[in-house]
C-alpha cells in the first residue's frame, strides 16, 4: 500500500508535464539534453523523487488506470536506458526491455543547496539518497577533510562501485533508482577510479577465515591506526581472537570474534563502554571501507610517472575537450585520477540546474587553485600539477555528454523547454491569517494542501491552532510509512483513507506531517499545495538533524592510570606507580603493584590490595616529593588531613542542610502554553537535551530551592534548557535574572531570549554599562514593580540596588568567570530562589560536587548536526605561518579571531599583522575601552566590517559570531586549559571545517606544565570533550582551588582521589549513613590468579580491572566484570580430556574472579580466612562456628561434603572426590548456598544470632 509521500509523487506523474518529461527523455540520446524551467524550491527534488520511482513497484498504484500509466512510464524510460547503454562500449547487460535509469545525478550551481535538495529528494521517501559534497578544504592544503565530508564520498564511491558489480536482473523495479545530488564545484575535483575503491575495501562475513596479521596490514595500508583500545573512527586493534575496528562510515565501532581462524560473530559494540550492543543482533557480514578518502588518491597517484608530480612541468597536459594539447601530452584516460561522472553507470541520467551560472563559478574555482598552485609548489618539488587534481568546466560537460541529460534553467524558455508552472513561498511574508487563507482557498479548489512540520509536537501546536479556525486536519506522523505499519487501529484507518484517495477526489482537510523539507512549493497542475511550518511562521534557518556520531564524550574515569604517574597508598603515602609485576610466589603465579619511594625503595603491593592504592593529582607548582617509607611522616599529613576533611564536610553538610530544609516556591506541572512555546522550538532536541529540561522542571516542582549544574559543550543546546526553564517561572509569574561575565555576551543571551520570546508577552530587559542613566532607572524600576519579566546582564545584577518583585530564578553563565565578592552574593541568593549554572568546562568545586553527588547535574554530550571538530595546530610566531592561517579563512568568505591578552602592546601586534596581510580589515577590542568604543567595534565585527579582530580574552566566554572559524591564540603557553579550550569554542560554530592556531614563541623556553597544556588541548579535539578537559586540567593544575583555598594544603598532601574519598566518607559519618566495616576476608588457595598480560596487554587496563574487581561488593557485579571481559578480550580454546574444543577465559583470570567471589562471601559471613586444605576448604571465623551449625545441617541433609569443627573458630568442609572437583568454583557454590540460607533464616534463638547480622 501506499505512502503518503507516494501519493504526493503520484500527484506530480499525473501531470501533462511530467508524461511529456519522460516522453522527451525516451527520445533524447546521450549527448542531448532535455530542457526544462519552472521548478522552484522543493518542487525540483519532488520531481527527482518521481523520475526515481519510475516502474517501481514500491509505490503500487490504486487504481488500473495508473497502473497502465505507470508500465507506460518504464516502457518510455526503458528504450532510454537501453540506447543510453548501447552507446557505451562494453556495457553489458544493459538492452533489457524493463530497464530504467539505476542512478540520478542532480547537479547544482549552489554548494549548500546542494546539501537542501539532497535533504528534500529523501524527504519523498527514496531510499538511497546520497549527498556528495565538495570539500571545504582550499587546493593543495596539506590537512584531512572533515569526517563527515570523507563519509559521504566514501559510501557513493562505494554504492558506485556495488552498481557495477551486481548484474541487474531484467525486473529491476522493486526499488526506485538512487540518487545523488552534487554541485557543479564537487565534480572538479578528480577522483580515483572505481578498480581503486573495489582494491580498498574488505567483505568480512561470518564463518570465512581470518588472517590476522593479513587484516592488521591491510587496515593499516588503508588508513586505520592500530591502538591497544579501539575509541575512535578510524582505529582498529587486535587482542587475541577479539578484532575491533571503528569504520568511518558506521555508527558503532565493530568487533569480530574469532575461533580458531574462523569469524564466529560479527557484532556492533559501543566505544565508551567497551561493551558489545548485543540488542542490535549479529552481522552476517558487512564491508569495511578505508580510514580515509585520501588512501585512495594517493594509491592511483602512486600509479601515476614522477613527471606528473613535477611541479616545474606543464601545468596543464590536457584541453578542454579531453584531447592531448601538445606534443608529450596526455590524454584523460591516461591521468591517474578521473572525473566523478567517469565513475557512473552507462544508464545515469544527469539533471542540471542553474547550468548557466556554471562558467562563473569555474572562473572563480580556477583562480583558487592556480593561487593555491603557485603558493604551495613554492615550498615542495614534486606538488602534481592543478590538471591532476582538477578538472575544469569544459572537461565535466565534455564527460557528460556521454549521458542522457535535464537542462534545468532561468533562462526564457525555448519552444522545446517544457514549463512546468510550479511557485514558492519567498515573497509570500510569514503570517498564519494569511496562511490559514490560502489553505481555505486551495482546499476549494481541490489541493491538496500538506505542511512539512519539523516535529511532531509542532504539528500538533498547529493542528490546535487550524480547528480553532474551523479547519479540517488530518496528522500522519511519517510520510514515508504505509498504514499495515501502523500499529495504532485509528491512525491506521486515517493514513489509509489519505493515501486510497484517488486523484480526482480531493481531500477536505489539511495534512500535516513531519520531515526535513526546507522549501514548500505549489504545483497547480498536480493540484499539490506542500508549505513547511517554518515559512508560515516566518523562521528560515536550517533546522539540523542531530546524530549522535559519537554519542558524546562520557565522564572519564579520573583513576585510569600509566607508567610513571604518582599514586598514593593509603598506609604508605605517595610513590610513584612503576608498572605490574608478575612473579611467583610460594609456588603460584601472581601480580604486584610495584612502586618507587624516596632512596629508590621499592614497595610491591598485591593486587588484592589494590584499594589502597589511589592515584595522585597535585598542584601545578612545586615538585612532588616521594614519602620515605618507614617513616611517621605520611601518618602525621594524612592525620592532618582527616581532620580538615572533617571540618570542610561540616561546612558542606550545614550548607546544604539549609537548602534542603529553605522553603522554596514549587512550580507546577506544564500548561498548553508551555507546550506550546516548547513545541515551536525550531531544533530537534537531543535525548541529552530532553533529560536536561525534564530534571529541571523536576527541580523546580520541587517546595525546596533547584541547584543544577547544566554541563555541555559549547553550542550543544545549553540555552535551550535555561530559555524553557525562565519561561516557566514567568509564567508563575516569576521574574528571572541571567548573570554574564562579559557584556558582550549578555548582549546575546538578551536578543536570544527576546526573541524566543517575541510571540509573548514577555518583557525582557538588559542592564550593562552601555545603558544610559534613564535607561537603567526605568529598568530597575520595572524589575521592583514587576513590569519587567526577566533581566540579563553582567556583576551588575548583584549590586544592592537592583530589587526584585518576585526573583524566581536566577540563571548563570559561566559562573567561573566571576570574583569572590560575586560568588559570595551568589550563594546568598542560592538558599532562597531556583538556580541554574551553565558551564562549558566546569569549575573544579563544581566539577567535584557534581561528581561527589553533593549537587544535580545534567550532562549535554549531543554534538549538534554540521558541528566538525575544529582542527587544532601549535606554531611558532612565523609570518609566513600567519599570513597562510588568515588568508586560507579570508579567501572562502569568513573572519578570523586573533587573541592577545596584553593590552600594553595590543596596537603593536594589529599593526605588525597588517603588514603581513595588507589586505585584511582589521579591528582591535579590549575591555579597557571606552564603553561606546567597544560597543561599536564588536557591532561592526558581527555585520562583516572588519576581517580580523584582535582581542584579549573578552572574545571568551559565549560569544557567538558564527562566520568566525578561524582562531589564533598567541602565547598560547601562557593560557590555562580551561581557558584555551573556551577560546577554541568561539569557532566552529558553522557547518564548515574550523581551525585553531596555538601560538608559541620561537626561542624561548616553555615550562613542562604549559607543554602538556597544549599537548592536551591538541589531544582534545573531538566535540563533547569538555568533561576530559576539566578532568585533564585537574590532573595538571592538581585542583588546587577544588573547594576552597583552606584545603589547598589538603589536596596536596593526600591528592585528588584519596582527598575526595576522605571526604566522601566523612560526609557519611555525620550522616550516619556510613556502613560499618567489614571484616577483609583473607584468601590462601595454591593456584595461578591473576590477569595474564598476553590476556589484556595494555597495562592501564589491567590496572583498572583489578581495581573494578578489588572494590566489587556484590556478586552480580563480578560476574558483569566476568561478561565484560568475556566481550572485550575474548576466550582462549581448551581441549578437554574427550577430545572437544571449548572457548572459556584464561584459567588464571577464572581463578581470580572465583577468589574474589570467595572474598565477597567471606565478608558477607563475616569470615577472616578461607583457605584450601588437601581435601577441601576450611574457614575461620573471629566468633564460634558453631554458630552456622543449624544452617550447615540443613543444607547437608541430603548428598554433600562432610563438616568437620577443627576448634571453636574452625570449620571444615571435607569432600572424598575433592582432586577431581573444580575446587575454587565448588567452594563458591557452597559458600553462597551458606549466604543464601542465611538470607533467609530468621533469629530463631540466641545460638543463631549470627543469622540477623548477616547482611541481605
Known amino acids: 500500500m501506499p505512502t503518503l509521500n507516494d501519493i504526493l509523487l503520484q500527484s506530480i506523474r499525473e501531470t501533462q508535464s511530467y508524461r511529456r518529461l519522460v516522453r522527451e527523455l525516451e527520445r533524447a540520446k546521450p549527448g542531448r539534453a532535455v530542457s526544462m524551467k519552472g521548478l522552484r524550491a522543493g518542487a525540483l527534488a519532488g520531481l527527482t523523487a518521481a523520475l526515481a520511482h519510475v516502474g517501481s513497484r514500491s509505490n503500487v498504484p490504486a487504481n488500473a488506470e495508473r497502473s497502465a500509466r505507470t508500465t507506460e512510464e518504464a516502457g518510455h524510460l526503458s528504450k532510454l536506458a537501453s540506447r543510453t547503454a548501447s552507446h557505451e562500449s562494453g556495457a553489458v547487460g544493459r538492452d533489457s526491455a524493463t530497464h530504467r535509469p539505476s542512478l540520478i545525478v ?89 578498480e581503486m575503491v573495489r582494491k580498498h575495501r574488505i567483505e568480512i562475513q561470518w564463518g570465512q577465515p581470518f588472517d590476522t596479521q593479513a587484516f592488521a596490514q591491510w587496515a593499516t595500508e588503508l588508513g586505520y591506526e592500530r591502538v591497544p583500545t579501539v575509541e575512535a573512527r578510524g582505529e582498529f586493534s587486535i587482542r587475541g581472537g577479539i578484532v575491533d575496528i571503528f569504520p568511518l562510515h558506521t555508527e558503532h565501532a565493530l568487533r569480530i570474534d574469532l575461533f580458531g581462524l574462523e569469524i564466529e560473530s560479527i557484532r556492533w559494540f559501543d566505544v565508551h563502554t567497551q561493551r558489545s550492543l548485543r540488542q542490535l543482533g549479529e552481522l552476517e557480514s558487512v564491508t569495511i571501507l578505508p580510514a580515509r578518502e585520501r588512501v585512495l588518491i594517493e594509491a592511483a597517484l602512486a600509479t601515476a610517472p614522477l613527471s606528473l608530480h613535477d611541479s616545474n612541468a606543464a601545468e596543464d597536459h590536457v584541453s578542454g575537450d579531453g584531447t592531448s594539447d601538445n606534443q608529450g601530452g596526455r590524454t584523460p584516460s591516461e591521468l591517474p585520477l578521473v572525473q566523478l561522472l567517469d565513475l557512473l553507470p552507462p544508464d545515469a541520467l544527469l539533471v542540471f540546474d542553474n547550468a548557466e551560472l556554471y562558467p562563473l563559478l569555474d572562473e572563480r574555482f580556477r583562480q583558487v587553485r592556480e593561487r593555491q598552485y603557485r603558493e604551495y609548489s613554492a615550498r615542495s618539488d614534486h606538488l602534481p600539477a592543478p590538471s591532476i587534481l582538477y578538472a575544469d568546466l569544459q572537461q565535466v560537460m565534455s564527460r557528460a555528454s556521454q549521458f542522457v541529460q535535464i537542462h534545468h534553467t532561468l533562462l526564457a524558455e525555448t519552444p522545446a523547454t517544457i514549463s512546468i508552472e510550479t511557485h514558492s513561498f519567498e515573497t509570500m511574508p510569514p503570517s498564519f491569517e494569511k496562511y490559514l487563507t490560502e489553505f481555505r482557498k486551495r482546499l476549494a479548489e481541490e489541493f491538496r494542501v500538506a505542511v512539512v512540520c519539523d516535529n511532531l509536537g509542532q504539528a500538533e501546536r498547529l493542528k490546535e491552532l487550524l480547528v480553532e479556525n474551523d479547519v479540517g486536519v488530518v496528522i500522519i506522523p511519517d510520510p514515508c510509512v504505509a498504514p499495515e505499519e501502523i500499529e495504532d487501529a485509528a491512525l491506521r484507518q486515517t493514513v489509509r483513507r489519505v493515501v486510497e484517495a484517488s486523484p480526482l477526489e480531493r481531500l477536505p482537510e489539511v495534512i500535516l506531517t513531519t520531515g526535513l523539507l526546507h522549501n514548500g512549493f505549489v504545483m497547480p497542475e498536480a493540484g499539490l499545495y506542500v508549505v513547511t511550518d517554518r515559512e508560515i511562521f516566518g523562521r528560515y534557518r536550517r533546522r539540523p538533524v542531530y546524530r549522535k556520531l559519537y554519542k558524546g564524550t562520557p565522564i572519564p574515569d579520573v583513576r585510569q592510570i600509566q607508567k610513571g604517574d604518582y599514586v598514593v597508598h593509603l598506609e604508605h603515602g605517595i610513590g610513584r606507580f612503576e608498572g605490574i609485576r608478575t612473579q611467583q610466589v610460594d609456588g603460584k603465579v601472581c601480580d604486584f603493584l610495584e612502586l618507587t619511594y624516596a632512596d629508590d625503595d621499592k614497595l610491591l603491593v598485591p593486587v588484592e590490595k589494590i584499594a589502597f592504592v589511589h592515584k595522585y ?216 530562589v531556583d538556580f541554574l549554572t551553565l558551564t562549558a568546562t566546569p569549575i573544579p568545586r563544581t566539577l567535584y560536587m557534581a561528581l561527589s553527588g553533593l549537587r544535580d547535574m545534567s550532562l549535554i554530550a549531543t554534538p549538534p548536526a554540521d558541528r566538525h571538530p575544529v582542527k587544532t595546530r601549535i606554531i611558532h610566531f612565523d609570518a609566513e605561518q600567519i599570513e597562510e592561517a588568515i588568508l586560507r579563512e579570508l579567501n572562502r568568505g569568513g573572519q578570523v579571531f586573533f587573541v ?230 575474548g576466550e582462549v580454546e581448551i581441549s578437554r580430556d574427550d577430545g572437544t574444543v571449548v572457548s572459556t ?106 543469622s540477623a547480622a548477616v547482611p541481605v
Open 106 to 194: 542532480l547537479v547544482t550551481a549552489n554548494v549548500e543547496r546542494a546539501a537542501e535538495l539532497a535533504d528534500e529528494v529523501a524527504f519523498f521517501g527514496l531510499p538511497q539518497v546520497f549527498h556528495y559534497p565538495k570539500s571545504q578544504l582550499l587546493p593543495y592544503e596539506p590537512d584531512e577533510p572533515y569526517l563527515e565530508e570523507q563519509v559521504k564520498h566514501l559510501e557513493f564511491f562505494h554504492h558506485l562501485a556495488s552498481l557495477g558489480e551486481k548484474p541487474r536482473r531484467p525486473d529491476i523495479t522493486d526499488h526506485p533508482a538512487s540518487v545523488c545530488v552534487t554541485s557543479i564545484e564537487a565534480l572538479f575535483a578528480r577522483v580515483a577510479p572505481l
Open 1145 to 1250: 577465559l584464561p584459567q588464571p583470570v577464572v581463578n581470580l574472579m572465583s577468589i574474589a567471589k570467595l572474598r565477597i562471601l567471606g565478608r558477607k559471613l563475616s569470615i577472616r580466612k578461607i583457605a584450601a586444605t588437601r581435601h577441601g576448604f576450611e574457614i575461620h571465623r573471629p566468633d564460634a562456628v558453631n554458630e552456622l551449625g543449624p544452617t550447615i545441617r540443613k543444607l547437608l541433609r541430603s548428598e554433600g561434603p562432610k563438616v568437620f569443627v577443627n576448634n571453636p573458630n574452625s570449620l571444615e568442609f571435607h569432600y572424598d572426590d575433592w582432586a577431581h572437583r573444580p575446587q575454587l568454583e565448588e567452594a563458591v557454590a557452597m559458600l553462597k548456598q551458606v549466604l543464601n540460607e542465611f538470607t533467609r533464616a530468621q533469629p530463631r534463638s540466641a545460638g543463631d544470632e549470627i
Open 900 to 1129: 592577545h591578552n596584553r593590552v600594553h602592546n595590543i596596537h603593536e601586534v594589529a599593526r605588525r599583522l597588517q603588514e603581513i596581510v595588507p589586505s585584511a580589515r582589521i579591528a582591535i577590542a579590549h575591555g579597557q575601552m571606552p564603553d561606546g568604543e567597544l560597543e561599536q567595534v564588536m557591532m561592526d565585527f558581527i555585520d562583516g566590517k572588519y576581517d580580523v579582530l584582535v582581542s584579549t580574552t573578552i572574545i571568551e566566554n559565549g560569544l557567538d559570531i558564527p562566520n568566525v572559524n578561524t582562531i589564533i591564540i598567541n602565547r598560547a603557553d601562557a593560557f590555562g586549559l580551561a581557558q584555551l579550550y573556551q577560546l577554541r569554542g568561539r569557532v566552529g560554530r558553522e557547518n564548515r571545517q574550523a581551525y585553531a592556531y596555538l601560538v608559541v614563541p620561537q626561542g624561548q623556553p616553555i615550562t613542562e606544565s604549559a607543554v602538556a597544556r597544549l599537548a592536551a588541548i591538541e589531544e582534545f579535539v573531538e566535540l563533547g570533550s569538555g568533561f576530559n578537559i576539566a578532568m585533564r586540567d585537574l590532573e595538571i593544575r592538581g585542583a588546587g582551588n577544588l573547594l576552597g583555598r583552606e584545603q589547598h594544603g589538603t589536596m596536596a598532601d593526600v591528592g585528588f582521589e584519596l582527598y575526595c574519598k576522605m571526604l566522601e566518607e566523612a560526609v557519611e559519618a555525620l550522616t550516619g549513613s556510613l556502613r560499618e566495616e567489614e571484616l577483609e576476608t583473607e584468601i590462601q588457595w595454591s593456584t595461578n590468579a591473576y590477569l595474564p598480560a598476553s590476556y589484556i596487554p595494555v597495562e592501564g587496563q589491567r590496572f583498572m580491572v583489578y581495581k573494578r574487581i578489588a572494590e566489587a561488593t556484590t556478586l552480580a557485579q563480578l560476574d558483569a566484570i566476568t561478561e565484560e571481559l568475556r566481550d572485550r578480550y
Open 617 to 832: 593529582s597535585a598542584p601545578e607548582q612545586g615538585e612532588i616529593h616521594l614519602d620515605k617509607l618507614g617513616t611517621k611522616n605520611w601518618t602525621r599529613r594524612r592525620r592532618k588531613s582527616q581532620e580538615a576533611v572533617e571540618k570542610l564536610a561540616k561546612e558542606l553538610l550545614q550548607l546544604y542542610a539549609r537548602r534542603a530544609a529553605a522553603k522554596g516556591y514549587a512550580f507546577g506541572p506544564d500548561t498548553a502554553e508551555q507546550r506550546e512555546f516548547e513545541a515551536a522550538f525550531l531544533y530537534t532536541e537531543t535525548p541529552d537535551q530532553l533529560r536536561a529540561i525534564e530534571e529541571v522542571k523536576r527541580d523546580m516542582c520541587e517546595p525546596k530551592p533547584m541547584d543544577r549544574l547544566i554541563c555541555g559543550d559549547v553550542g550543544f543546546g545549553k540555552t535551550e534548557v535555561a530559555i524553557r526553564a525562565a519561561f516557566k517561572a514567568i509564567q508563575e509569574g516569576k521574574q528571572v535574572a541571567l548573570l554574564c561575565p562579559t557584556t558582550i555576551l549578555a548582549q546575546q543571551h538578551y536578543n536570544t531570549f527576546r526573541e524566543r520570546f517575541a510571540d509573548y508577552p514577555i518583557r525582557v530587559e538588559m542592564l550593562s554599562r552601555f545603558k544610559t542613566t534613564k535607561e537603567t532607572k526605568e529598568i530597575l524600576a520595572g524589575l521592583k514593580s514587576g513590569i519587567v519579566n526577566m533581566v540579563v546582564g553582567t556583576h551588575a545584577l548583584l549590586s544592592k540596588s537592583v530589587q526584585f518583585r518576585d526573583l524566581g530564578l536566577v540563571i548563570v553563565d559561566e559562573e567561573q568567570r566571576f570574583g569572590v565578592k560575586q560568588k559570595e552574593r551568589l550563594k546568598e541568593l542560592r538558599a532562597s
